[in-house]
């Protein structure tokens, strides 16, 4: 077993070299071809600025090019290493950082995983506010070189184009829907339970043995009991399914208020089918980096990627 995990972790690493590779070679042709005032910085320039603007920040009678670096650039030591940030303002706490093309690719691979091998939109929301020189085209340039995101690219279908689902109040709609993972069992798991606030895309996933009403209302129990009920219930599966998860919640809970509803036209499907699509791709993506099969052990892992992504349907 030990083997296998070391063998693993190889290939992993094999991987993550050779796309560094990669990127690196399609970024300095990019490089070659960019303007002189353009925002990235080669190794030697992030140093040139550094001790730059040191020793702007230390002259007492300075000159146009010191007011000009002080206005863009500031330092900061992190530990012993010193680091090149944006100037903080006042009422602003956030630090945003500008990174040398040398760590480029290391920034942009832990945004990518971090956000569910998400595209272009999730990680410019991931990053923007961390970092002052990552381009878009520097976010556009990391997904063509990542295995499973050419994978899912090459599998997809264009499809038409839907307005987001806008709802006015948090936790007044949500949905459920067990989803099929019959060609990879757990154990006994063999279903997943997505659980959605319409409104805030917020999302609960639970690992389910059987897709019947009663194991999906047992589980909503515990969403409920620390989230608070919805006013309303829908399911993708139907509103006889919708309807019977409620029956049987209100059997253990009495007092419960909550209706079953149903989708309220055919784009609310379409998003629906999206979002647990995207889940079952950001799950078998995390399996197949990690080489593992026990996805109930990711589902924490998904649920966080998806809840810290970008949705377009927020406002």
Same mark, same amino acid.
């Given at each position: 077993?030990?083997?296998?995990?070391?063998?693993?972790?190889?290939?992993?690493e094999?991987?993550?070299?050779?796309?560094?590779?990669? @990127?690196?070679?399609?970024?300095?042709?990019?490089?070659?071809?960019?303007?002189?005032?353009?925002?990235?910085?080669?190794?030697?320039?992030?140093?040139k600025?550094?001790?730059?603007?040191?020793?702007?920040?230390?002259?007492?009678?300075?000159?146009p090019?010191?007011?000009w670096?002080?206005?863009?650039?500031?330092?900061?030591?992190?530990?012993?290493?010193?680091?090149?940030?944006?100037?903080?303002?006042?009422?602003v706490?956030?630090?945003?950082?500008?990174?040398?093309?040398?760590?480029?690719?290391?920034?942009?691979?832990e945004?990518?995983?971090?956000?569910?091998?998400?595209g272009?939109?999730?990680?410019l929301?991931?990053?923007?506010?961390?970092?002052?020189?990552?381009?878009?085209?520097?976010?556009?340039?990391?997904?063509?070189?990542?295995?499973?995101?050419?994978?899912?690219?090459?599998g997809?279908?264009?499809?038409?184009?839907?307005?987001?689902?806008v @709802?006015?109040? @948090?936790?007044?709609?949500?949905?459920?829907?067990?989803?099929?993972?019959?060609?990879?069992?757990?154990g006994?798991?063999? @279903?997943?339970?997505?659980?959605?606030?319409?409104?805030?895309?917020f999302?609960v996933l639970?690992?389910?043995k059987?897709?019947?009403?009663?194991?999906?209302?047992?589980?909503?129990?515990?969403?409920f009991?620390?989230?608070?009920?919805?006013?309303?219930?829908?399911?993708?599966?139907?509103?006889?399914?919708?309807?019977?998860?409620?029956?049987?919640?209100?059997?253990?809970?009495?007092?419960?208020?909550?209706?079953?509803?149903?989708?309220?036209?055919?784009?609310?499907?379409?998003?629906?089918?999206?979002?647990n699509?995207?889940?079952?791709?950001?799950?078998?993506?995390?399996?197949?980096?990690?080489?593992?099969?026990?996805?109930?052990e990711?589902?924490?892992?998904?649920?966080?990627?998806?809840?810290?992504a970008?949705?377009?349907?927020?406002?």
């Amino acid at each position: 077993m030990r083997m296998a995990e070391q063998n693993a972790v190889t290939e992993q690493e094999s991987r993550y070299v050779d796309m560094q590779r990669r @990127f690196y070679e399609e970024l300095s042709n990019a490089r070659a071809s960019a303007a002189k005032n353009s925002v990235f910085l080669s190794e030697t320039t992030y140093r040139k600025l550094l001790s730059d603007v040191l020793k702007a920040k230390k002259t007492a009678k300075k000159e146009p090019r010191d007011y000009w670096l002080l206005n863009r650039y500031d330092v900061m030591v992190i530990g012993n290493k010193s680091k090149l940030i944006y100037p903080i303002r006042e009422g602003v706490n956030a630090i945003r950082f500008y990174v040398p093309d040398s760590e480029l690719f290391h920034v942009l691979h832990e945004a990518h995983l971090a956000v569910g091998h998400g595209g272009r939109d999730r990680m410019l929301k991931e990053l923007s506010p961390k970092y002052k020189n990552i381009t878009g085209y520097d976010i556009e340039l990391y997904p063509q070189i990542c295995g499973p995101c050419q994978k899912k690219q090459k599998g997809a279908k264009k499809g038409v184009v839907v307005m987001p689902m806008v @709802f006015s109040d @948090f936790n007044s709609r949500c949905q459920v829907d067990p989803i099929d993972f019959p060609s990879h069992p757990d154990g006994e798991y063999k @279903f997943i339970m997505a659980y959605q606030d319409h409104l805030t895309k917020f999302v609960v996933l639970k690992a389910l043995k059987s897709k019947t009403a009663e194991e999906v209302a047992h589980n909503l129990a515990d969403i409920f009991t620390l989230l608070g009920a919805p006013s309303i219930l829908q399911s993708d599966n139907g509103r006889e399914f919708a309807n019977k998860v409620v029956t049987s919640l209100k059997q253990h809970w009495p007092s419960l208020k909550i209706v079953h509803g149903k989708l309220r036209h055919s784009q609310s499907r379409g998003s629906v089918e999206r979002a647990n699509q995207d889940i079952e791709n950001m799950l078998c993506t995390w399996m197949q980096d990690k080489r593992t099969d026990r996805w109930n052990e990711g589902l924490r892992l998904v649920k966080l990627m998806k809840n810290r992504a970008f949705h377009s349907g927020i406002k």
